[in-house]
């Protein structure tokens, strides 16, 4: 068909109480999952599946996943239609998983035995770090909500600007910004109310922000009022907070047409590192 490959979860087992996409919550079953001298062992109990596997790691050799293989976990569906979107690290990429020689399945009954084979068809396991995360829901639609200010009263321009996230080390993080937004320029002092859009492969967010800079120094503060979007892209964004503001190329030679950058280096930590954010402003005479 020339679409992606994808999964689909027809059931899951926890040992947990758990948030599921299905039924909201999963109870918890009987999950075992032990590596003993070299022995991993899978076993599972609930009232309607009884499984117990096991597999020597000596032996196993290294098995490089087909980029099909791989992209069937980009997107996993569930059988209420809703969809997780799944993000990795170069680990699921470029480092081999392993497959083991044999696999013993010691018990298994499932509502599914009439259409399952009687051994596996392909066992794997990883033994090296992932980082992993996950867009739940991500094919259902999300209310945005209003802008959580509207805007500067008697505003005298209107900014615009754009700009990027580049990660030094890694390509995952790269975003593309756009800004919208409003500014009260009283002397030398330029009070602004801006809506930054942040585009990347986690989805669509917009930071709201607050402040005002020196148009001689191009120096001043900025606050955060809030954040809306994925949990991920948010997560680490502190709603109230102020920080330094500090403008680059500042050209206010023409009161009607200001100009100005923002250059910071970010760092996200974990295996992310350090990105670079460029941001471009302009702020118009308002009509």
């Known amino acids: 068909s020339g679409r992606p490959p994808r999964t689909m979860v027809i059931e899951t087992m926890t040992g947990a109480v758990t948030a599921d996409p299905v039924a ?38 290294d098995e490089v996943l087909a980029l099909d293989g791989i992209e069937a976990g980009d997107e996993v569906g569930h059988l209420d239609g809703t969809c997780d979107a799944w993000f990795y690290d170069a680990e699921t990429l470029d480092v081999p998983a392993h497959r083991p020689a044999e696999v013993t399945v010691e018990a298994r009954s499932t509502p599914w ?31 945005v909500p209003e802008l959580p200010f509207s805007g500067l009263e008697d505003r005298t321009h209107e900014i615009a600007g754009s700009g990027s996230l580049t990660g030094r080390t890694t390509d995952v993080v790269d975003s593309d910004y756009s800004y919208a937004g409003d500014a009260v320029v009283d002397g030398d002092q330029l009070t602004f109310a801006v809506d930054q859009q942040i585009l990347n492969a986690l989805g669509e967010a917009h930071i709201y922000t607050t402040g005002e800079f020196d148009l001689t120094s191009g120096e001043g503060t900025q606050t955060v009022v809030d954040c809306t979007g994925p949990d991920l892209m948010c997560s ?30 970010v760092e996200l930590g974990g295996t ?12 118009t005479r308002a009509g």
């Open 24 to 61: 909201i919550l999963d109870l918890p079953s009987a999950v075992g999952h032990t590596v003993d001298g070299g022995v991993v062992r899978t076993s599972l109990s609930s009232p309607t599946i009884a499984f117990d596997a096991s597999y020597e790691t000596a032996g196993a050799t």
């Open 113 to 143: 035995d009439e259409f399952l084979g009687d051994a596996p068809a392909l066992v794997l396991y990883r033994d090296n770090p992932q980082e992993l995360a996950v867009k739940r829901w991500e094919n259902l639609a999300v209310v």
């Open 272 to 283: 992310f590192g350090t990105a670079d954010s460029t941001s471009s402003f302009s702020a």
């Open 236 to 265: 680490d964004i502190e709603r109230g907070s102020t920080a330094l503001y500090a403008v680059g190329d500042l050209d206010a030679a023409d009161p009607d047409a200001i100009t100005w950058t923002v250059d910071v280096a």
